[in-house]
């Protein structure tokens, strides 16, 4: 049991102009990961705090927080990795609503614009009901599966949009998460959307603004690896657009 | 926080209701490695930029006559031609390690029924390319092949 100075940046929009520090002196366990002292802060010290958490163990990625200036998923992180000063931010490159909680709506926005769901473009052209599961599955190999399974295991913690500096200067870039998702349903054997969603990822502020400063990469606590779907995506819509030159384009719609 | 992002970085495609505080940058931003990696990388274009001026003067000065190509060349035993072009080297070799480092994991998965080959295979790959191409540069330079 060690004495460590908590810092939590508190923001309240209804009396703060801007955000400030508020320090907690916390009794730590040897045990706990970074959340847990924010809990405590919560529970014996000052209620008033707001932050997002929830499965505390890195799988719902709600507890995603700047700690030291680095984003890290704070249910995940050892406290007694830090010193005795722990400086625990809301994550960086988002609009602060509370405290600790970001505004999500932005992110969810270009999360949403790049199709995160499978297209069949059969199924558009038939009548509903032949959704059924009678009508037949999709069936896909685990070597298939193993194309894409590696951006599927994104927890949208949104660490990576803290990481990157191209979300910090270009508001209009997709960025790193979004793009992973719609990469790993463009390599899904299931899906047939590949090219709405090349269309979207040749457009301003997607896959080309992204100059592969890799930051997004590093501080993924999944291993996604989006830098790697980026990069990919972008090899994706070059060859689309090149083919797109010399043969006529299909219509998925 | 290391200073204010842009101000619309994240923003939601409608004001939501509550007033919120401005995007930060992290303070991170000049402590990371990588940060700090790719900002060198980028600066490197400045480097060729100058290289183009350069390569642009030797161009007018072959298209003046040899004498003018003469003085040129002379003027190249400058010892801040000889740093500029040390920076120059070391920049290329800089720029070109850092991508044949992160290249391997830009290759899709497949490519029809192709896989890509491991990434150590892809790394002495490109490695061989460039020693192979550098080398038979330098020949041609030393006029040993032409």
Known sequence: MAEKTIIITRFDPDRDEKPRKQEYPVPCDDSWKVRDAVNFIKDEIDPTISYRWSCRMAVCGSCGMMVNGEPKLTCKVALSDYGDRVDIEPLANFPIVRDLVIELDGFMHKFESVKPWIIRAKEKAEDKASRHPEKGTFNQSAEELLNFKQFSMCINCMLCYSACPVVANEPDFLGPAAIALGHRYNLDSRDEGTEERLEIFRGEGTVFSCSYANECSEVCPKNVDPAAAINQAKFSAVIDWAKGLVLPRGDTQ | ?146
């Open chain 2, 1 to 146: 926080m290391a200073g204010p992002a842009h101000p619309d970085a994240m923003a939601p495609p409608k004001p939501g209701r509550t007033r919120t505080a401005p995007p930060q940058m992290p303070a991170s931003w000049w402590g990371s490695k990588g940060i700090r990696t790719y900002l060198l990388f980028d600066a490197t274009g400045i480097i060729y930029f100058l290289v183009a001026f350069l390569a642009i003067r030797f161009v007018k000065a072959l298209g003046a006559g040899p004498e003018a190509w003469n003085a040129a060349m002379e003027s190249l035993e400058n010892p801040i031609y000889i740093a500029f072009h040390i920076l120059a080297l070391v920049s290329v070799i800089f720029v070109a390690v850092r991508f044949f480092r992160l290249f391997p994991k830009a290759q899709p998965p497949t490519m029809g029924p192709l896989k890509p080959p491991p990434a150590a295979v892809i790394h002495g790959m490109l490695y061989v390319v460039w020693l192979g191409i550098t080398a038979l540069m330098t020949a041609i330079l030393a006029g040993v092949l032409f």
